[in-house]
C-alpha cells in the first residue's frame, strides 16, 4: 500500500537552531514530493517541490531549505531558525496526473521560541 | 499568488442539513481540481476531485460542481454530521510542465450545531 510518513509531530526550537523535518514515501516510485507551511488558521504555502532525485524548486524566497537525497525522502531544513519560521509543516505526494489528489503527512508543528 | 479562493471564512450549519462551500478560481487554464478536509492539528485529507472536462462529480454524501463559465467551484455535503465540523479547502492544478503543483485557496471553517 502506499503511504506517506512525516515527523517529529511537533518540535519546539529556540531560535537560530538548525532544523531537519524528514518525509518518506512508500509504495511508489519516482513520485512528486512537496513541502507546505501553514500559519495559524490560514491556508496552505507551497514552499518547496521535488519531481526527482536531486531537483528542488523553491517557491518563496526564506530562511529554509529542502533535498531529496533518495527517491522517496524529502527534507526540509534551516541552519538558523527565525521567530517567523513558526507554523505547521506539511509534506504531500502528488499522484495527479497519474492518479487522483495529493496525500498529505500528518504533520509538524513547529513552534520557535 | 493564489489562484483559487473561497467566498466564505465560516459556516455555521444544522446537523441533518445540507451545506455548500464556495470556491472561486481565476486562472481558466486551471485543469484539476480537489476539495480537502483538515481537522484540527491534521492534515489535510482528500474528498473529491474533479477535472475541467467535468461538471459535476458525487461521491459518498459529497458532490463537486465546476461552473467554468464563471470559474466557480463548490462542493456540497448531505446531511451534515458533526464529524464533519473542519476546515475545508479547494485547491488547483495547473497543466503546466510536469510540477503539477496545488494551489490552495484560505480555506471555510465549518462549525455543525447540534
Known amino acids: 500500500s502506499q503511504t506517506i510518513h512525516q515527523w517529529p509531530a511537533t518540535l519546539v526550537q529556540p531560535v537560530g537552531s538548525p532544523l531537519s523535518l524528514e518525509c518518506t514515501v512508500e509504495?511508489?516510485?519516482?513520485?512528486?514530493l512537496y513541502w507546505y507551511r501553514q500559519a495559524a488558521g490560514r491556508g496552505l504555502q507551497l514552499l518547496f517541490y521535488?519531481?526527482?532525485?536531486?531537483?528542488i524548486s523553491s517557491e518563496v524566497p526564506q530562511n529554509l531549505s529542502a533535498s531529496r537525497p533518495q527517491d522517496r525522502q524529502f527534507i526540509l531544513s534551516s541552519k538558523k531558525l527565525l521567530l517567523s519560521d513558526s507554523g505547521f509543516y506539511l509534506c504531500a505526494w502528488g499522484h495527479y496526473p497519474r492518479g487522483r489528489g495529493y496525500t498529505f503527512g500528518s504533520g509538524t508543528r513547529l513552534t520557535v521560541v | 499568488g493564489e489562484s483559487v479562493g473561497l467566498h466564505l471564512p465560516t459556516l455555521s450549519v444544522q446537523e441533518g442539513d445540507n451545506s455548500i462551500i464556495n470556491c472561486a478560481y481565476s486562472n481558466s487554464a486551471s485543469d484539476y481540481f480537489i476539495w480537502y478536509k483538515q481537522e484540527s492539528g491534521k492534515g489535510p485529507q482528500f474528498i473529491i476531485d474533479i477535472r475541467s472536462n467535468m461538471d459535476k462529480r458525487q461521491g459518498q454524501r459529497v458532490t463537486v460542481l465546476l461552473n467554468k463559465t464563471v470559474k466557480h467551484l463548490s462542493l456540497q455535503i448531505a446531511a451534515t454530521q458533526p464529524g464533519d465540523s473542519a476546515v475545508y479547502f479547494c485547491a488547483d492544478i495547473l497543466p503546466a510542465s510536469n510540477d503539477y503543483k496545488l494551489s490552495f485557496g484560505a480555506g471555510t471553517t465549518v462549525t455543525v450545531r447540534a
Open positions: 509504495g511508489t516510485s519516482n513520485p512528486n
Open positions: 521535488s519531481v526527482g532525485i536531486g531537483q
